[in-house]
């Protein structure tokens, strides 16, 4: 069964620092990957997508792709107490998504 | 710019009642899923659409029933509820065309639903 994996956390850094999220996803066919936020009530939200190796950078966030090792992280920089959520990564598989459990995400002030 | 709507946005029923969740998109996408998010199991697919009259199973679609007969509409019939369909439902919708079809989806607001 094709999967995802993420840490589910809760990862704890402070204001300030680099939060560093990583996943991993076993179907070596997926070409396109995402990182999603989830706020706690709420559902969840887009907030980067990657699809070829290396680096994407977005504001405070950077998105890494190594594809040999099939794994995928997420940056944040110069983190905020609003950054505290749940951060969803998912791959594609057959025009659909796969996603992980999420990895809970504590920035504190 | 109302994007993708679901309702009832919460609802309780009691076991064996028939339910059905409503998701609606401005987009004109074509693609348009449903998701139920339980803790300790993440986002599972119920099931898909990829266009009107078109529609199949996802990860988890036992006790479920779909219909697509517009483009913009995609509701979902829990038949006979059960207590284990407690859960929250996520419907979402992914552009038709290139190489995000299908998978750069964006999510409704979410229907929690209480079977009891």
């Known amino acids: 069964q094709k999967e995802v994996e993420q840490n589910s956390g809760p990862l704890s850094v402070p204001e300030g620092a680099i939060a560093s999220l990583n996943c991993t996803y076993s179907?070596?066919?997926?070409?396109?990957f995402f990182w999603y936020r989830q706020y706690s009530g709420k559902s969840p939200e887009l907030i980067m997508s990657?699809?070829?190796?290396g680096d994407k950078e977005d504001g405070r966030f950077t998105a890494q792709l190594n594809k040999a090792s099939q794994y995928v992280s997420l940056l944040i920089r110069d983190s905020q107490p609003s950054d505290s959520a749940t951060y969803l990564c998912?791959?594609?598989?057959?025009?659909?998504?796969?996603f992980g459990s999420g990895t809970r995400l504590l920035v504190r002030p | 710019d109302a994007g993708i709507t679901q309702s009832p946005r919460y609802k309780i029923t009691e076991t064996g009642r028939q339910v059905t969740l409503m998701c609606h998109q401005t987009?004109?996408?074509?693609?348009m899923f449903w998701y139920r998010q339980d803790l300790g199991h993440g986002l599972r697919l119920i099931y898909y659409?990829?266009?009107?009259?078109?529609?199949d199973k996802g990860e988890v679609p036992d006790g479920y029933v779909v219909s697509r007969s517009k483009t913009e509409n995609f509701p979902l019939t829990l038949e006979s509820a059960t207590r284990s369909q407690t859960s929250v439902y996520f419907c979402?919708?992914?552009?038709?065309?290139?190489?995000?079809?299908?998978?750069?989806?964006?999510f409704g607001p979410g229907t929690r639903l209480t079977v009891t």
């Open positions: 979402a919708s992914s552009e038709s065309e290139g190489r995000l079809a299908g998978v750069e989806q964006y």
């Open positions: 179907d070596r066919v997926s070409q396109s």
């Open positions: 990657i699809y070829s190796n």
């Open positions: 998912a791959a594609d598989s057959s025009y659909k998504l796969i």
């Open positions: 987009w004109s996408h074509s693609y």
């Open positions: 659409s990829a266009a009107a009259d078109i529609t």
